[in-house]
């Protein structure tokens, strides 16, 4: 199982309370992770990345096994951790004002 | 007994304010959304209870809420706004072209005969509709695709279609402004368009009567008078008594004639009202004295209205979607300023009294008056 951990404001949308947990098969990628979430919780489309492009929007980070991820190719393979469970992938709001 | 119920954008989230007919005593509701910049949320006319609101975020993009009772619940709907076709490029703040990019949703106008069927305007500039609720949105794309498009340039808000307004009489006309494009008028449900800027003067573009390039800030028309629009340009008041074909000013004595909010009286429909700001670098009222000013003309002479307004030190800025009316016997004024005070008056702006005054800053104020 996958674990998500996803910004407060992102929770509150998806009305979920603590780490989202997912099924994914075949690779584990931000691709795969990213999709199985917005399949869960559709509501979450577009706010993480861009409905057409699919690129990450520009305030979000994607942070795991300490370390930033959000330059990280779509498709490559995510950290063994994050694959096993052990450790979650973290989207973040990056520090931008507001 | 009649109730009215005002809706409020903020900066950080929504409120919803309610009161019975004397308006004196409110129930606040709120924050919906927290943290999230609403720009806009609107009922629709047909069926008061459904609430539609633009939450849109720096970080997490534009999302649309709906509610089928009148506010208590919410649920997100559809997000995804999608130039039709090849999206172009207009101009840029330094001259050059810049690609047409979405960014958020400043108005949503809901039909005056369909729950269902909502308008949106986006920055940037451009007109989406939605049939079903609010679930899927597709843009009426003759406006942004108008031949004086690559010219339209962003003010200092964004290039952004902020004003729409439906004609009840001639359900296939609508009104849009953009800032700084100027006032588009469609005759046939949006397929084609034209610029109706004929008779503004800008001094901030380099031909000041041009048809096209003027930052419209807001425009109002009474329904039972179609065709006679008032307008408050970035600077200058005007009215059009032909459909927007052509405007004169009618700034008259007011003390500026900047400022960003107009509206009329929901049954005297040639008062209307304004809230003068200083200067377009001074975003505040002259004198540091909060003034809403009708005119009870259709423009030229105003009156001041201050009774239960600051009357010094005060700096705060009313936008452009921060006023508006109900419809009750005496007819109720509301505004929301920067400063995250809204203010209500029961008898047509005579006297004003707070309801709230320590929200966010206030983007918008809609009212319902229902039974």
């Given amino acids: 199982m996958i674990r998500v951990v996803l910004p407060a404001h992102l929770r509150t949308l998806a009305r979920l309370d ?19 979430l917005e399949a869960r919780y559709p509501m979450l489309r577009g706010t993480i990345r861009d409905h057409v492009t699919q690129q990450r929007r520009p305030f979000v980070r ?37 | 007994m009649s109730r009215v119920r005002v809706l409020v954008g903020t900066r950080k989230g929504a409120f919803v304010l309610t009161a019975d007919g004397k308006r004196e005593r409110w129930e606040v509701s709120g924050p919906h959304f927290a943290g999230w910049e609403i720009y806009h949320l609107k009922g629709s006319p047909v069926a008061p209870d459904r609430l539609y609101a633009s939450q849109s975020s720096g970080w997490f993009g ?105 004609d009840a009489s001639r359900p296939e006309r609508i009104f849009t402004a953009i800032s700084a494009a100027g006032a588009f008028r469609t005759d046939d449900a949006g397929e084609t ?61 007011l003390p500026s004639d900047f400022g960003f909010a107009i509206d009329i009286h929901a049954h005297e429909p040639d008062t209307i009202y304004v809230v003068p700001i200083k200067s377009d670098s001074e975003h505040f009222p002259p004198d540091g004295k909060l003034r809403v000013y009708r005119s009870r003309t259709g423009g030229n002479e105003w009156e ?3 009774e239960g307004l600051p009357q010094s030190d005060c700096y705060v800025n009313v936008l452009r979607d921060a006023m508006a009316v109900d419809s009750l016997d005496s007819c109720g004024v509301y505004f929301g300023t920067t ?4 203010y209500a008056s029961a008898n047509g702006g005579d006297t004003w009294a707070p309801i709230v005054r320590d929200l966010p800053a206030v983007l918008s104020v809609e009212v319902q008056t229902l039974p």
């Fill in chain 2, 193 to 253: 368009w034209q610029p109706i800027n004929r008779g503004l003067q800008s001094q901030t573009i380099p031909d000041p009567d041009a048809e096209v390039g003027h930052c419209v800030h807001h425009v109002a028309m009474h329904p039972s008078r179609p065709g006679v629009l008032f307008m408050q340009k970035h600077w200058d008041v005007m009215r059009s008594d032909d459909a927007g074909n052509a405007w004169h000013e009618v700034s008259g004595n």
């Fill in chain 2, 62 to 166: 534009q999302m649309i809420q709906r509610s089928d009772d009148g506010g208590k619940t919410w649920d997100s709907v559809g997000n995804e706004f999608v130039y039709d076709g090849v999206a172009g490029t207009h101009q840029w703040y330094d001259g050059t072209q810049h690609p047409w990019e979405f960014a958020r949703v400043w108005h949503l106008e809901p039909s005056l005969t369909d729950a269902d069927t909502v308008y949106a305007g986006v920055e940037d500039a451009a007109l989406f509709r939605t049939v079903d609720g609010g679930r899927t949105w597709q843009e009426l794309s003759g406006l942004r695709r108008h031949t004086s498009g690559p010219s339209w340039q962003p003010g200092a808000g964004g290039l952004c279609l902020h004003t729409i307004v439906l």
């Fill in chain 1, 18 to 36: 603590g780490e989202a947990q997912l099924q994914v098969e075949g690779p584990v990628t931000q691709r795969s992770v990213l999709d199985a």
């Fill in chain 2, 304 to 306: 001041a209205l201050t």
């Fill in chain 1, 62 to 98: 994607f942070f795991a096994c300490e370390e930033d991820l959000s330059h990280e190719p779509l498709d490559a393979q995510l950290p063994g951790p994050i694959a096993t469970g052990a450790e979650p992938f973290m989207v973040v709001g990056a520090i931008a004002g507001g």
């Fill in chain 2, 339 to 342: 400063g995250g005070q809204v």
